[in-house]
């Protein structure tokens, strides 16, 4: 709730979404310390990397791959507690051990997702999916 009253503070006045992307993956990282996190923006007919902290990642991904294509193509939030049950799940870093993917509709369209990496089993819960779902109604 605190990092949620952070983070409007920080979108105010700030409509372009790239900004607004960048300056959310950053809040996110440093309050949480997660291992990625960051957005694939919908291009066409796949998923491109967006603004993000945390190593480099996967560029390109398509609809229905990993667990950020499965979130686009079923339109809803994807809690991972271990990747490597995750079937297809693609590893962009070795050291990703759970994750969470919110996608962001706008007119009914998934126009990006939101992904969090932990480098932790299991450490994305309910209250993750709460907050980084009102994030993802509001930017
Ligand atoms: N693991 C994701 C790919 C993106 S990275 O984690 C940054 C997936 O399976 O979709």
Same mark, same amino acid.
């Given at each position: ?16 979404t ?15 310390g ?12 796949? $998923? $491109? ?22 979130s ?12 490597? $049950? ?23 369209t ?8 932990s480098e932790?089993?299991?450490?994305f ?15």
């Amino acid at each position: 709730e605190s990092v949620f009253q952070q983070w409007t503070g920080l979108m105010e006045g700030e409509s372009d979404t790239i900004v607004r992307m960048a300056n959310t993956a950053a809040l996110l990282k440093v309050c949480f310390g997660w291992w990625w996190v960051g957005f694939y923006r919908v291009m066409n007919d796949e $998923l $491109l990397l967006g603004p993000f902290q945390g190593p480099p990642a996967c560029t390109r991904i398509k609809t229905g791959k990993g667990v950020c294509g499965t979130s686009w193509e079923q339109r809803k939030t994807i809690v991972v507690p271990d990747v490597d $049950l995750f079937p297809g799940h693609i590893a962009c870093s070795a050291a990703s051990r759970s994750e969470i993917v919110v996608p962001i509709i706008r007119n009914e369209t998934v126009i990006a997702v939101l992904d969090a990496d932990s480098e932790h089993l299991n450490h994305f819960d309910e209250t993750d999916v709460f907050w980084l779902e009102k994030i993802a109604k509001s930017i």
